[in-house]
């Protein structure tokens, strides 16, 4: 397999051959931690219906986007500059148990008409991760079932992130990246459709790599952190990014990405040999300990990404929803 190319993996046979899609996705595993999967049942037309979503919400004025911040339960938005690194993008964050988007304080009213498409992607994105967790589980050597069991959807908080990142008038500070490197996080899988080139990913040799954007036949898969300590590092968590290099500031670029996250009560262990947890803790703050909940993980990881005192205010601030709201 090239180094210094993203693998590209065909899993039309997903459904009656399982085993055999898991062998081709093995060594991306391994190695990469990033592959792009054709043949990935997630319609088209729910994946247009999403870039639309997105390029109508990010039409709204920054002010009328910014009157619904993101809280607690991964809904609401941020704006550029707004994260902890100052990083150049927008976000407009779909958390939540299905069905549960309705009423949330982060959600701007204008997009309650688009959560039947916003749930129904949702659904299919889930259950192309569900494949791929089976994938990993005969990879491990585990039972095919092991960390599907821990993802069922009706119980799993999955998230779709709608990222924009907006042209400039005239350039921002150099010092500014469109996305600072950092791997994925909370979730066990990442599933990413995008507009336009500028993601680059870093290579197993240690190289920045740029990913192609093929448009929706091919979608482009990683493994977030979560899964990395379940596995031990087997499953690898890669680093990646969008410079202002690769993504000038008078151009733009839409990308949706879906997080497939362990239900909300899962308890993270190392399961196949052991791990030094203390190595978990990758360079942007976030730390794992044995034994903790995925809640437990996301408030953590909350705070890294937005500030410390991120979730203390959201606690204090807006209500905790019905788990079935
Ligand atoms: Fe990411």
Not at 16 to 31: L, M, Q
Not at 83 to 109: F, I, Q
Request: proline share 7%.
């Amino acid at each position: 397999m090239a180094d210094k190319t993203i693998p590209i993996i065909d899993v039309s046979n997903i459904d009656n051959d399982v085993r055999s899609v898991a062998a081709k996705i093995t060594e991306a595993c391994a190695t990469w931690g990033f592959f792009f999967i054709k043949n990935h049942q997630i319609p088209h037309d729910l994946i247009q219906k999403m870039f639309d979503i997105n390029e109508e919400f990010s039409a709204l004025p920054l002010s009328e986007r910014n009157k619904h911040p993101v809280n607690k339960d991964q809904v609401g938005f941020k704006g550029p500059g707004d994260d902890a690194h100052k990083d150049e993008k927008s976000a407009m964050w779909l958390g939540g148990l299905p069905g549960s988007l309705s009423g949330n304080p982060g959600l701007h009213p204008s997009l309650e008409k688009h959560l039947p498409a916003i749930d129904a992607y949702k659904k299919a994105c889930a259950e192309m991760s569900l494949k791929l967790l089976r994938c990993f589980a005969i990879f491990l050597g585990l039972s095919e079932d092991f960390f599907a069991s821990h993802h069922r959807y009706e119980s799993s908080r999955n998230l779709i992130i709608m990222l924009h990142y907006p042209k400039f008038d005239a350039p921002p500070p150099k010092h500014s990246a469109r996305i600072s490197p950092h791997s994925d996080g909370s979730n066990s899988v990442t599933i990413l459709f995008q507009s336009a080139v500028g993601l680059e990913v870093l290579s197993p040799t240690g190289e920045w790599v740029q990913a192609p954007a093929p448009g929706f036949d091919h979608a482009l898969i990683n493994i977030g952190d979560v899964l990395q300590f379940w596995s031990c590092n087997k499953l690898k968590s890669t680093l990646h990014r969008i410079t202002q290099d690769q993504l000038p500031w008078d151009k733009e670029r839409y990308s949706v990405a879906f997080f497939c996250q362990p239900e909300p009560d899962t308890k993270l262990n190392p399961i196949v040999g052991d791990v030094d947890v203390e190595q978990m803790a990758v360079e942007d703050g976030k730390m794992f300990r044995r034994g903790m909940t995925l809640t437990e993980y996301i408030e953590e990881e909350m705070k890294v990404i937005y500030g410390q005192d991120f979730y203390d205010k959201q606690v204090q601030s807006v209500p905790v929803m019905a788990a079935t709201s």
